[in-house]
């Protein structure tokens, strides 16, 4: 069984930052490629980011690229996202998730495990 579980979320101005964390329980997070995805009120979820199990071929959104970076401790079975240069269009639940193909995927269905997510609110 693996459970994922985010933290790091909260409000903050337009240019500020955040650094979201999401701890993977389970005895083989080192298998699974990691993804965030966010959903914000009345619209669908939309994919943010994603590594790779090795760490390698971080992947990001248009939206968010040369803003948001993703990283991995496979010692720590965490993922990160740390997030620059927020503007109010990022305000969203963020989620974490893990798929056991191990790649770096952007489809939401290739995921085999959620969190529950964490708020992120950009004030204008």
């Known amino acids: 069984q693996v459970q994922l579980g985010e933290s790091g979320g909260g409000l903050v101005p337009a240019g500020g930052s955040l650094r979201l964390s999401c701890v993977v329980y389970g005895r083989t997070f080192s298998r699974y490629g990691m993804g965030w995805f966010r959903q914000a009120p009345g619209k669908e979820r939309e994919f943010v980011a994603a590594?790779?199990?090795?760490?390698?071929?971080?992947y990001y959104a248009d939206s968010v690229k040369g803003r948001f970076t993703i990283s991995r401790d496979n010692a720590k079975n965490r993922v990160y996202l740390q997030m620059n240069s927020l503007k109010p269009e990022d305000t969203a639940v963020y989620y974490c998730?893990?798929?056991?193909?191990?790649?770096?995927?952007?489809?939401?269905?290739?995921?085999?495990?959620w969190g529950q997510g964490t708020q992120v609110t950009v004030s204008s």
């Open positions: 998730a893990a798929t056991a193909t191990g790649v770096n995927s952007d489809r939401g269905l290739e995921y085999d495990y």
């Open positions: 590594i790779s199990r090795s760490g390698s071929s971080p």
